[in-house]
């Protein structure tokens, strides 16, 4: 995770806000307006008090009461206006975020997100991003709210004596700046620990559900409970620090005013009996003050409160603003298959060297077999051809194009990719097999089904094509999910398709009965077909073997 200073991170966020800025602008004028009539109120109670003990005031007693019934009834309007405004804002932008976050993620993928924990992101992508919804519609605002009251209370009260306008100013600077300020710094990393706790909670959870079946096979249950026990009590103990922080923030702000209060009645009393004031210049301003810390309490609430917030702002900002891998092409080239080739190539992973000079060609029209042991590169091969990642040295060629030239979206057009563990939705079998083709009909996808002898396996089902896969296809077998793969790439039509171990989970009767379909349906198709076993090499026009990232 990259690190980032509070001030850093509040700046990005901030930074979307700009496409609403003028609601924001509004949500601050009404919760400026509507602090106004709510302290107010408070200061016309002040003068209605001194009316009765006869002293002079600006305003009569029946000028007070319609004014207190006015200021109560515009600050409920008020209140109302700006909380629908912060809560818009707020909620706009949350769908703005996932959207933002959701195509980070497209660039980003397949490179930068192997290995990562499924169940991390999942925690990025919906509790993270919900808890902005704290930062949009409960800080901004306030942040800008209690400044211009600050300032204009300060004023008000400055306006009796400078030196009670001056102590004012001094408190909300030390509620709503120097106490959070400080319980920030006490806090120190913890909202950053509770948010990196939960996304291992909940990749943890995610790994157990998914792996059900083996734990209960091999009676793995209690040391798995014990290790869910362990991460559920690490992250309770930061929630209970984070707890008491909270707490203890409160405490030092209640402290803080009623110091404060105490300072403002010690110095207008002492004005007062040096003839400084008046009896009003006593009571006003020390009612004011009072009445007025509102919105400098929500920034000291801010200090613990806001430290998770930012912690999810920073995990999301770290999706945001990561580098893939592979910039997308848009301001390439378009071209029409005609061949491909590796030329010399080398990569690495990791620090391991996966390729060391491999050449190969694929021609036009043909199908390629490559065979090799695990390990030996031969599905990295087809991911550099996806252009995945990129190489390390040599250079791969499309068309007799290097394939860093040609725009993303040809190649994803040019191109068919069957990986050996078929990524199924939880949807119906013909939605998961027209992801290839959105516009394809029916009778498209059962021609595709048919070429990947797996449509009378589909309508042997209860509900055909609209039979429910599940989750991850968990109701199909390896098989069954792998002929559905294969579909996709039928239905896709691309010029080159590239399967990766399309038959290691089938028996031998069902394999011949795939490569036979493969072999029957190519129609001119380029093939490369990638395989440990030698019998799907029986199809395969040329064949290449690769031992350890080399050919042999």
């Not at 709210?145 to 306006?159: E, P, Q």
């Not at 021609?363 to 991911?383: F, N």
Request: net charge negative; with cysteine.
């Amino acid at each position: 995770m990259k690190k980032r200073g509070n001030i850093k991170i509040m700046l990005s966020l901030i930074g979307l806000v700009k496409p609403l800025i003028g609601i924001m602008t509004a949500a601050v004028t009404m919760g400026v307006l509507g602090f106004i009539c709510s302290e107010f109120i408070t200061i016309f109670g002040g003068y209605a008090l001194l009316n009765v003990l006869d002293h002079d005031t600006p305003i009569g007693m029946k000028s007070i009461f319609v004014c207190v019934l006015v200021f109560a009834a515009l600050r409920a309007v008020l209140r109302y206006g700006e909380q629908s405004c912060n809560h818009f804002i707020a909620f706009r932008l949350l769908a703005i975020i996932r959207d933002k976050v959701f195509k980070a993620l497209r660039r980003l993928c397949p490179a930068k997100l192997e290995g990562r924990d499924k169940g991390d992101l999942i925690s990025v992508i919906t509790s993270d991003i919900e808890l902005l919804e704290v930062f949009y519609a409960h800080t901004i605002s306030p942040i800008c709210i209690a400044v211009i009251m600050s300032v204009i209370m300060s004023l008000f009260i400055g306006s009796y004596s400078a030196v009670l306008g001056i102590i004012a100013a001094a408190a909300y600077a030390c509620v709503g700046i120097a106490v959070p300020i400080a319980i920030s710094k006490k806090s120190g990393d913890l909202g950053n620990e509770v948010r990196t706790l939960s996304g291992e909670l909940s990749a943890f959870v995610l790994d157990s559900l998914r792996g059900l079946d083996e734990i209960i096979q091999y009676g793995s249950g209690k040391d798995r409970l014990a290790k869910l026990d362990m991460h559920t009590d690490s992250l309770s103990a930061r929630q209970e620090k984070m707890s008491r922080n909270i707490g203890f923030n409160s405490a030092i702000t209640e402290c803080a005013i009623l110091i404060f209060d105490m300072i403002m009645l010690a110095a207008s009393t002492v004005l007062y009996k040096n003839g400084a004031v008046g009896f009003d210049g006593v009571v006003i301003p020390l009612i004011a003050m009072m009445s007025s810390f509102g919105p400098v309490v929500a920034l000291a609430n801010l200090g613990t409160t806001l430290q998770g917030t930012l912690a999810s702002g920073n995990r999301v900002l770290d999706i945001l603003e990561e580098s893939p891998v592979t910039e997308e092409i848009t301001d390439g080239i378009s071209t029409e298959f005609t061949g491909a080739l590796a030329d010399n190539i080398e990569f690495s992973y990791g620090g391991e060297k996966i390729l060391d000079g491999l050449s190969l060609e694929i021609e036009q029209g043909k199908i390629t077999g490559i065979i090799g042991k695990s390990g030996s590169g031969k599905s990295t091969l087809l991911k550099l051809l996806m252009r995945f990642w990129s190489v390390g040295s040599g250079e791969i060629k499309i068309s007799g194009e290097n394939i860093e030239r040609i725009n993303t979206s040809d190649l994803r057009d040019i191109e068919s990719f069957v990986t050996q563990d078929t990524q199924l939705f939880h949807d119906t079998i013909e939605n998961n097999i027209r992801i290839a083709k959105l516009d394809a009909s029916r009778s498209e996808i059962e021609a595709a089904c048919k070429k990947a002898s797996v449509h009378d396996f589909i309508m042997s089902l209860p509900n055909g094509y609209d039979t429910q896969v599940g989750e991850l296809g968990e109701t199909l077998s390896g098989g069954e999910r792998q002929r559905i793969g294969l579909a996709r790439a039928f239905l896709h039509s691309a010029d080159l398709m590239l399967l990766d171990e399309p038959t290691s989970n089938l028996d031998s009767l069902n394999e011949a009965i795939i490569l036979g379909s493969l072999y029957k349906n190519a129609d001119n198709k380029t093939v490369v077909l990638v395989s440990h076993r030698e019998s799907a090499m029986r199809i395969c026009d040329r064949i290449y073997s690769v031992q350890n990232g080399r050919r042999s």
